[in-house]
């Protein structure tokens, strides 16, 4: 038994690699003798066409003048070359006006016949192939005036009324490939010297290897066996090769172990299990939430959409459809960057900026963002400001925007009654010497149990199911603002009251405060009476490439540019952008700005962008892309870009960062 199982598996390894070697090495061979085959029918296939071509320029002179002594020495020349046996030369009607070389074997394919010439060759510039054998046959037709035509000098529509509408001659040329079949047969014989030298050196390699391997192996399997039926006493013997020797050592310590660990392994099988079972669950409902949510304005828009098609629509009724439409696309935008920022958070990509920016300013456009809403359900939403608070904080004010409107946006979304509370102060100084803002949202709503708030913060989840079928929402909020707050240096937390409202706690690092101006409450008024509103024209008139080959993109962003008084050049793809930046350039009436989408056919934004690098220009380029992932930005920027914008565009953003740019120029 034990001499039929060694044997039995060397065989089954010796026949296994010489199959891998016949079936890896023969299909490459083979391949590429076919391909190389191939490709030297088809050179000379475009060999014929165009020597063809060539013979028929020459010689449509002499067949107009019926030289003979010209037409015997085109032919003659032609056959000079050694792959052509045969070269031929017909008049309108079919007729031998010259020939030279040797007469092909009797292939009845190969013949020329007035009617072949006439019904395979009707029109100027078409050829007839034919191969038989060891043999190829090209023939064109002999057409006036075709070497003007084909050479652009003579258009198609200058042609005069009184050239031959038809062939005046055709070319026949046949072309011998006994050489490269020949070759095919030597390549197929070398290659099959290889293949063989190739699997007997890799059987003699396989042969001394499993003889080698299978000696320790064969105790280590009856050991196995010995364990499968129960009995754990059984040990293998630790010889062999080092990876054989370590394997029988690690086996015998798994054996070990296997008896007290066993129960240990079930323990952790059933929780693992249970955690799986709780975490599909929660994700399905997350799905099927999640699908009622992007569904819910999905139907708004399309519904509104169609109704926007009735031509006696009304134009408060348009209005109202207009802003509907909008309405719920910012809202399924909102959904789409919530599932984007997850993804983040779970794939550890989530990142953050440290900029100088105005915390005041950051609360003050939040408040007045979702004051209408809060005022359309009847409730107040105040901000209260414990002063002093710094003029400026290094952290990332998107973020910061992001947070309130979360925690806001909750706090009205679970409020029925009363009203809202937002308190922004400066945290003590931490153990670590850091000083935090802090911003406190307080709420009248419906409140939380302890359980409810243990689950708040876990993706994929809102305090209960009651709460989601009540008051929707994705349940993605939370997650995704602790882990922002985290990011920035500080904490969110939450106290609550089951009935009696909750108060979110977003503490957030200020970073160095030293030399930054510390704001009161007169500083606030005077600052607010002095805010500007956001520029919506551009000062002088402006002159933009837009490279963007989505066509409905081209017509908003157009749009918004042309109505705040830019003049506008579109270039469909990267190529076209790069060539009319370039002519622009030299005919000294540079674009101020290229706004470039970086997804484009032909030659994208990317390739475009470094392009215009290499070639020396330097004019401001403002990414536009739907790619709004982690290092997205970067990618823009390496490749040259100025900016970066994403997409939907934000005409206000868009105008502001085209001024600064413009303005940056001009200062240099």
């Known amino acids: 038994m034990s001499m039929r199982w060694r044997w039995g598996l060397r065989s089954r390894a010796m026949a296994l690699s010489v199959l891998l070697l016949m079936g890896t090495a023969i299909p490459i061979g083979a391949a590429l003798l076919w391909q190389n085959h191939s490709d030297a029918i088809d050179t000379i296939r475009v060999h014929a066409m165009t020597y063809a071509r060539s013979v028929s320029y020459l010689a449509e002179p002499a067949v107009q003048l019926n030289d003979t002594k010209a037409l015997q020495a085109i032919t003659a020349n032609a056959t000079k070359?050694?792959?052509?046996?045969?070269?031929?030369?017909?008049?309108?009607?079919?007729?031998?006006?010259?020939?030279?070389?040797?007469?092909?074997?009797?292939?009845?394919?190969?013949?020329?016949?007035?009617?072949?010439?006439?019904?395979?060759?009707?029109?100027?510039?078409?050829?007839?192939?034919?191969?038989?054998?060891?043999?190829?046959?090209?023939?064109?037709p002999i057409m006036p005036e075709l070497r003007e035509l084909d050479l652009g000098l003579l258009d198609s529509a200058e042609t005069p009324a009184s050239a031959p509408s038809g062939p005046i001659g055709y070319v026949a040329l046949t072309y011998e490939l006994r050489a490269v079949h020949q070759g095919l047969k030597k390549r197929i014989l070398t290659g099959i010297a290889i293949l063989a030298m190739i699997v007997a050196l890799g059987t003699a390699v396989m042969a001394l290897a499993v003889h080698r391997l299978l000696r320790p192996l064969q105790g280590l399997v009856h050991v196995t066996h010995a364990i499968a039926q129960g009995d754990l006493t059984q040990r293998a013997a630790e010889t062999g090769v080092g990876e054989i020797a370590g394997l029988a050592r690690s086996f015998n310590l798994m054996a070990d172990r296997l008896h007290e660990s066993f129960t240990s392994i079930e323990r952790i099988?059933?929780?693992?299990?249970?955690?799986?079972?709780?975490?599909?669950?929660?994700?399905?409902?997350?799905?099927?939430?999640?699908?009622?949510?992007?569904?819910?304005?999905?139907?708004?828009?399309?519904?509104?959409?169609?109704?926007?098609?009735n031509p006696h629509l009304a134009e408060s009724d348009k209005l109202n459809s207009v802003n509907t439409v909008r309405r719920n696309a910012e809202y399924l935008l909102r959904i789409i960057d919530d599932i984007l920022d997850v993804s983040k958070i779970e794939a550890g990509m989530l990142r953050v900026e440290r900029i100088k920016c105005s915390p005041i300013q950051e609360v003050d456009d939040v408040h007045a963002m979702l004051e209408p809403r809060a005022s359309a359900k009847g409730l107040s939403l105040?901000?209260?400001?414990?002063?002093?608070?710094?003029?400026?904080?290094?952290?990332d004010p998107v973020r910061i925007r992001q947070i309130l409107v979360n925690l806001i946006g909750n706090a009205i979304k679970f409020t029925s009654t009363g009203g809202l509370k937002v308190r922004v102060s400066l945290g003590a100084e931490t153990a670590a010497g850091q000083r935090q803002l802090v911003f406190e949202v307080t709420d009248t709503g419906v409140g939380m149990t302890p359980e409810q708030m243990a689950r708040i913060f876990k993706p994929f989840s809102?305090?209960?199911?009651?709460?989601?079928?009540?008051?929707?929402?994705?349940?993605?909020?939370?997650?995704?603002?602790?882990?922002?707050?985290?990011?920035?240096?500080?904490?969110?937390?939450?106290?609550?009251?089951?009935g009696r409202g909750s108060t979110f706690r977003a503490a957030i690092a200020t970073g160095p405060l030293a030399g930054v101006a510390m704001r009161t409450s007169t500083d606030r008024i005077k600052r607010k009476h002095d805010s500007a509103a956001p520029r919506l024209r551009f000062r002088n008139r402006v002159h933009i490439l837009l490279a963007e080959d989505g066509i409905d993109n081209q017509r908003l962003i157009t749009y918004h540019l042309a109505r705040a008084g830019a003049e506008v050049v579109v270039a469909e793809n990267g190529r076209i952008a790069v060539d009319r930046i370039m002519e622009a350039r030299h005919s000294n009436a540079p674009f101020d700005v290229v706004l470039m989408d970086m997804q484009m056919p032909e030659m994208d934004g990317y390739t475009a962008t470094a392009v215009l690098r290499r070639n020396g220009y330097a004019g401001p380029i403002i990414a536009l892309t739907a790619h709004a992932m982690s290092g997205d930005r970067e990618k823009c920027l390496a490749a040259g870009c100025d900016e970066y914008a994403t997409k939907p565009i934000n005409a206000a953003a868009l105008i502001q960062k085209i001024t600064d740019h413009i303005q940056a120029g001009a200062a240099v």
């Open 81 to 140: 070359d050694s792959e052509i046996r045969q070269a031929q030369l017909f008049d309108a009607n079919g007729r031998i006006l010259s020939q030279s070389g040797r007469t092909p074997l009797d292939h009845v394919q190969l013949r020329i016949t007035p009617d072949m010439l006439k019904t395979e060759l009707p029109q100027a510039g078409c050829a007839a192939i034919r191969q038989v054998g060891d043999f190829m046959l090209a023939a064109v």
């Open 269 to 309: 099988v059933e929780e693992r299990t249970s955690e799986l079972v709780r975490a599909n669950r929660a994700k399905s409902d997350f799905l099927a939430n999640m699908s009622h949510e992007i569904r819910t304005p999905m139907t708004a828009i399309m519904g509104f959409a169609d109704i926007l098609t």
């Open 462 to 498: 809102q305090a209960d199911e009651t709460m989601t079928r009540k008051f929707g929402g994705t349940g993605l909020g939370l997650v995704i603002s602790k882990r922002l707050a985290e990011l920035l240096g500080g904490t969110l937390e939450v106290e609550s009251q089951a």
């Open 382 to 395: 105040n901000v209260e400001y414990a002063w002093p608070i710094p003029e400026t904080i290094e952290s």
